[in-house]
Structures are given as structure tokens and as C-alpha cells.
């Protein structure tokens, strides 16, 4: 409850006489209204209601007029005319109400000395406790009026007794948020009485502080209270409804879901429920009890279920008192899903592939998230690329989670794109002017799409791009040619792959004379490379004879190009005839017989001379027959002994180069 009034005193020294609204004791006599002066005081002495009071000015206790039965807050001459209103007001309710009356910026009565000072203040009095509270907001000094004197205190209508404030009883003084109580002292002798009734029959049901009833229908009781102290008693009245039938019932729930995986706020609002009731809510999850959770209903009636995790709620009832609400339940809160995915793309190299991820992963709510990569080879980390070093199929792993949930995706990553060169022919060995066939058994990849070039070169100057040619070998010379194949794919990354072929001639014919001493015959052959099969006038199968006899020496010399017939021509002669040679000489330098000189007796051509010593070291070599040998080796005499010569040399005729071939031994002495 709350009671307001504004008051404006027009005349110097008027007391107005107002009700309280409740009882209120002062020095021991309870009063229900009181008097509100002119001069800052609350009064008790009604001899002056409603009409002046006379200005009477002294220290505290004291029978004046102005200062008897009252309480002071402060006492001081004060100008109403001049500025200033008071205000009352009643606030709360029994039995604990306040009475309350302001002054507010009220003037002085200066004669005009002290136009600019004032006062706001107040006096609170408490219902029950009689307790007396003054408050200054603020005060100003005048000392050119009365000495600037004022009192702050209370006095009983007797003006026997007073409890002034120690040095502001009737004295200079200045405040500013200034508050002082003054409390009733001495035994209060409290008791309190309780008396029950049912207010259907306004029957007395019970006299104690709390009370067991069992109503059978909706019934309201009212609880009567007095309180007695030692100078006043009071009354209060409450009322208490029980409700028989219909009990607590949840209607419907409404599920409020996790904001994100993990995370427990999550939400169960139960409705139907009485608007601000205090309810005990008692829940399993995922079929083990929960710690109830006490809760104040709406105004909606509707109980908030807050801070739950995700799970199965069920046997979910609400408790008020010893009423139980109907069960509900299951009920379910599930995790938004936290879900890991990510894409890839390879960039190939030669020397180690880069594999780029993107992250797809989704956290619904989630304000902070990690992900690691388990890559496949060995290594971990953040990075979303990675070199791998070697070519092959790799399980990344990528690990998402938002720090309450974790989910996992894998996917594998091919970085195989092998490349090797190589190829297979027909036959490594063929004719002149024939063909080859090529097969290109290359092991590539497209994982791009781009499909590898082949450049070859086949050692005779010829080239092709093709996957897997077919070359001819036209008016190619016999021999060994080097075919090269380099592959190149998408990256570009290149490989490389050789082979030998050979080239082959049909055996060549040479028709030839040979011509050998007798002591120094020598072996006869044609075509000794490329032939598989000889068959010699002689019925020898091999390439090479001794001839035994002068004549016509026919050979048939067949290889897989073809067969050629050929002849060699021996004559085999007596060779002594066309050279001499000394078996001794004596390089000493004495002019005689120094040097060794092979003399010919017949025209030569083609001549050549080599001799050794007794280990096989060759100590001199000649192809002028009228040089001659001064016995030195490297400017270095030789030993005595014995030294061996071949000599090979041509008749002067039209026959095979060293077709004469004669040996022997020389004896240096010195």
C-alpha cells in the first residue's frame, strides 16, 4: 500500500494534524496520528493541533512549547513563505508499514540575512517496531539568525526526557547525507499467538505455527496472528487456498534441440503447469536417474528443462508439494550432426606428387573447430597439401572435430602414374632392305586424360612418332644400329628404352689370289662375320683352311640373306730366293758388320719386319727393306743372344698383301 500527500505551511509556527494510518508508540503512549510543525518537528502534543505554536528556542529536555513531544528533524526556525514543501506518505503493509515525512529545500526565517540557505530532511516511523529514523540530505548554517542553533532528537510531551544527538542540541551545525535511528529500549516482552480458521464456517481449527489438514474439497483457511510487546500489540491476517482434484498435469512438451554436437544446451519445456510455481522435476536419461531439478513455472505455466545434453529422457514427472504430475517421456535430444568430408586434386611431378585438399566438413553451430590429416605415408599434420615422395595409393585420413564431437572420413589418393620405356622387336637381326616391326610395351598412365608421346630414332638417321612403327632398313650398310624410344607423358615426365640391331649383307664374294712360301703357309678365309654355314672344296665346314697345295680353293658361304660361291687362288712357291738374311752380325761400332740388313732378290713390295727377344718384347719393327737394324733398342744396346724375326712381304706381282710370310732367328755378338 502507498499513500502519498503534499503539504505547503503557509504560516510561521502552525502544527497540522494528520493520521498515521497505524498505531505508532512514543515514550510508552500509542498514538494514531500526529502533528507535523513548521519548524522541523513531528509532534505528539495535540493541545496545538491545527493552530499555531508558539517559537520558543532551548536546549533539550524542556518545557517549551515548540520542542515538548516531539521528534526533531531538526528543530530550527524555518520560512514556509519563502521556499519549501513537505511531503507525506504511507508505504508497505501492516505490520511492517512506514510513515514517512520530507521536507524538502525548505528556507530559513533569516530576516533576510541568510536568503540562500535550506534544509531537506525526513522522519521515518516503523510500523511494529516503533524504531524512529531521521535523514538529512542537507543543512545549511546561518549564525545571523537565532546563532545558526538547531536540535536533533526527540523529547516526551512532559519535556522530561529527551535523547538529543551529542552536539547538535541546540547548537551550530552543517550536514550533508546525514541518518540517525532512534530505537525503543529495554525488555520488549514479545509473544505471538496463531490462531487457525476454515472460512467456510469461520471455525477455530488449530493454534499452532504450522498445521496438517486434509480437506476433502477445495477449502481456503485463514491463519489470524497477534504480536504483543511490552507497549503495543498487532494484528495480521493470512489466507492459504488448498486445491482438492485436478493436481499438477503436463499437457505437452516441446523440444529444443543441441545448438551444435556436443554441446549441453539443449531444452525441455513442460507445459500446462501452474503459472510461478515452484516444481521439483524428477528424469532419468538414457534410463539412469538424474539429480531433480527445482524449477519456477512461467507465467505462460510452462517449466524450463535447460542445459540437458543430448540422450533419452523419459519417467519424467513434476512434484509440487505431495502432488505428482502425470509421467512423460521418452523424449529425445539428439547431436546435430558433425559430419567430415573433403575433396582432393593431385598435382603431378616427376620428382613427388602435391595432393590439395579441401575441407567440406560440417559442425552445425560450432564456433571453433580443429582438423587433422593422417596423410598415409607416415606423416600427420594441418596442412591441407602434401608432397608425397613416392608414387602409390595412399588412406588420408582426415580427423574433424568441434571439441565436443568427433567424426572421421577417409578417402584414398592415387598418385600412380608410372612411366617405363621399353619395347620388343620381331628380330633384332635382318637383311639389307628389310623391315622391323616394333612393339611399343611402355607402361603409362592418363590420369589426366592426356595421353603420352613417343618420338624413336633408329640409328641410321630415320625417325617416328608413332606408338609402334614398322621401319625399313633401305640401302643400309651391315652393321649395328642403336634404336632409341623416348616416352613422354602428361606431367611431362620422360623415359627411356634402347636396343641393338643388326644389320646384315648377303656374304660378300672376294675371288682372291693367295700366295705363300713354303716354309710359312698361312690360313685362307672369305666372309668370317654374319655366315652360319661354310662348305670348302676341302669338305671343311669351318671359315678358315691351311691350304696344303697350289691351287683353286672354291667355298660356299651361306647365311639368312642368301648364298654366295667364292674362290681363292694358292700358289705356294719357295721364298728363299727373294730375300737373305744374315744369321749373325756385330753392332759394335767397329764398321764392320754393324748393322743387319735384310737384302731381297727379287723385286718386293709390302715388306715388314718385326723382331723380338727371348721374352716375345718386339726390340724392332720395319716396313723399309733397306733399313736396317743397328742392334739397339730404344737407343739402348741390346744383350747378346739370340733374337727372332717374322718377316711378310709381296712379290712384285699382282697377288694378295703379305701373301709371303718367312721366319727366323739372328745372333747378336759383340
Not at 208 to 225: E, F, G, K, Q
Not at 360 to 386: F, I, K, L
Not at 521 to 546: A, L
Not at 553 to 574: A, K, L, P
Request: aromatic residues 12%; glycine residues 8%; charged residues 10%.
Amino acid at each position: 500500500m502507498e499513500e502519498r500527500h503534499t503539504w505547503r505551511l503557509a504560516m510561521m509556527y502552525m502544527a497540522l494534524c494528520l493520521p498515521c494510518h497505524f498505531h505508532s508508540v512514543f515514550f510508552g503512549t500509542k498514538y494514531t496520528q500526529c502533528l507535523i510543525g513548521s519548524n522541523g518537528e513531528l509532534g505528539f502534543d495535540f493541545t496545538y493541533a491545527n493552530g499555531p505554536i508558539t517559537w520558543t528556542y532551548g536546549a533539550i529536555p524542556s518545557a517549551q512549547s515548540g520542542e515538548i513531544g516531539s521528534i526533531m528533524y531538526p528543530y530550527m526556525d524555518i520560512y514556509f513563505p519563502d521556499g519549501g514543501t513537505i511531503y507525506t506518505a504511507t508505504y508497505g503493509s501492516a505490520p511492517c508499514r512506514v510513515f514517512v515525512v520530507s521536507g524538502d529545500s525548505c528556507s530559513y526565517f533569516d530576516g533576510g540575512l541568510c536568503p540562500t540557505q535550506y534544509i531537506t530532511s525526513q522522519v521515518v516511523l516503523h510500523e511494529s517496531t516503533n524504531q524512529i529514523d531521521v535523514n538529512i540530505k542537507h543543512k545549511d548554517v546561518c549564525t545571523a539568525w537565532n546563532s545558526g542553533n538547531s536540535t536533533l532528537g526527540i523529547e516526551n510531551v512532559a519535556g522530561t526526557i529527551a535523547y538529543p544527538v551529542p552536539g547538535k542540541n541546540a547548537t551550530d551545525w552543517s550536514a550533508d547525507s546525514l541518518s540517525y535511528s532512534f530505537i525503543p529500549a529495554g525488555n520488549s516482552n514479545n509473544s505471538i499467538t496463531y490462531a487457525w480458521y476454515d472460512t467456510a464456517t469461520n471455525t477455530l481449527i488449530g493454534t499452532t505455527d504450522s498445521l496438517i489438514v486434509c480437506p476433502l474439497v477445495t477449502t481456503t483457511y485463514r491463519l489470524h496472528i497477534t504480536s504483543f510487546t511490552s507497549c503495543d500489540s498487532f494484528t495480521a491476517d493470512n489466507y492459504v487456498t488448498i486445491q482438492v482434484g485436478g493436481g499438477i498435469d503436463i499437457s505437452s512438451e516441446t523440444l529444443v534441440q543441441p545448438t551444435t554436437c556436443g554441446a549441453c544446451n539443449g531444452e525441455i519445456i513442460l507445459h500446462g503447469l501452474t503459472p510461478f510455481e515452484v516444481d521439483t522435476v524428477f528424469f532419468k536419461k538414457n534410463t539412469i536417474s538424474q539429480t531433480p531439478m527445482v524449477l519456477t513455472s512461467a507465467a505462460d505455466g510452462t517449466l524450463h528443462m535447460t542445459g540437458l545434453c543430448s540422450g533419452t529422457y523419459s519417467d519424467i514427472v513434476a512434484k509440487h508439494g505431495v502432488c505428482v504430475s502425470n509421467t512423460v517421456g521418452p523424449l529425445t535430444l539428439n547431436n546435430p550432426p558433425i559430419t567430415a568430408s573433403f575433396l582432393f586434386s593431385i598435382g603431378y611431378s616427376c620428382d613427388g606428387d602435391t595432393a590439395y585438399f579441401t575441407n567440406t566438413s560440417t559442425s552445425p553451430g560450432a564456433t571453433t573447430v580443429n582438423s587433422t590429416w593422417t596423410y598415409g605415408d607416415g606423416n600427420t599434420g594441418t596442412a591441407t597439401s602434401h608432397v608425397f615422395q613416392t608414387q602409390g595409393d595412399f588412406d588420408v585420413l582426415l580427423t574433424f572435430s568441434n571439441g565436443f564431437c568427433t567424426d572421421t572420413v577417409s578417402h584414398l589418393v592415387n598418385t600412380l602414374h608410372p612411366l617405363h620405356a621399353s619395347f620388343s622387336v620381331n628380330s633384332d637381326t635382318i637383311c639389307r632392305d628389310g623391315s622391323i616391326s616394333f612393339t611399343n610395351t611402355s607402361i603409362t598412365s592418363q590420369p589426366t586424360g592426356i595421353p603420352p608421346t613417343y618420338y624413336w630414332t633408329f640409328g641410321d638417321g630415320g625417325s617416328s612418332e608413332a606408338m609402334s612403327p614398322v621401319y625399313n632398313y633401305n640401302n643400309t650398310d651391315s652393321g649395328q644400329y642403336l634404336v632409341l624410344l623416348n616416352v613422354t607423358d602428361f606431367v611431362p615426365c620422360s623415359d627411356m628404352a634402347t636396343k641393338i640391331i643388326d644389320i646384315l649383307w648377303q656374304p660378300y664374294q672376294y675371288n682372291y689370289t693367295a700366295i705363300f712360301c713354303s716354309d710359312g703357309v698361312q690360313q685362307i678365309s672369305v666372309n668370317v662375320d654374319n655366315v652360319m654355314n661354310y662348305k670348302w672344296s676341302t669338305g671343311d665346314s669351318v671359315c678358315c683352311i691351311v691350304p696344303t697345295k697350289t691351287g683353286i680353293y672354291t667355298v660356299s658361304e651361306t647365311n639368312q640373306c642368301g648364298t654366295t660361291n667364292d674362290e681363292v687362288n694358292v700358289r705356294i712357291d719357295s721364298c728363299a730366293k727373294c730375300l737373305f738374311v744374315p744369321n749373325a752380325f756385330t753392332p759394335n761400332n767397329d764398321g764392320v758388320n754393324d748393322i743387319l740388313h735384310v737384302r731381297p732378290l727379287c723385286p718386293i713390295r709390302n715388306y715388314s719386319i718385326k723382331i723380338f727377344n727371348r721374352y716375345g718384347q718386339m726390340v724392332y719393327a720395319s716396313n723399309y727393306v733397306n733399313e736396317g737394324w743397328d742392334g739397339t733398342f730404344n737407343g739402348v744396346a741390346v744383350d747378346i743372344g739370340t733374337y727372332f724375326y717374322t718377316i711378310e712381304y709381296t712379290p712384285d706381282v699382282p697377288v694378295g698383301a703379305f701373301d709371303y710370310f718367312a721366319k727366323g732367328d739372328v745372333t747378336v755378338v759383340r
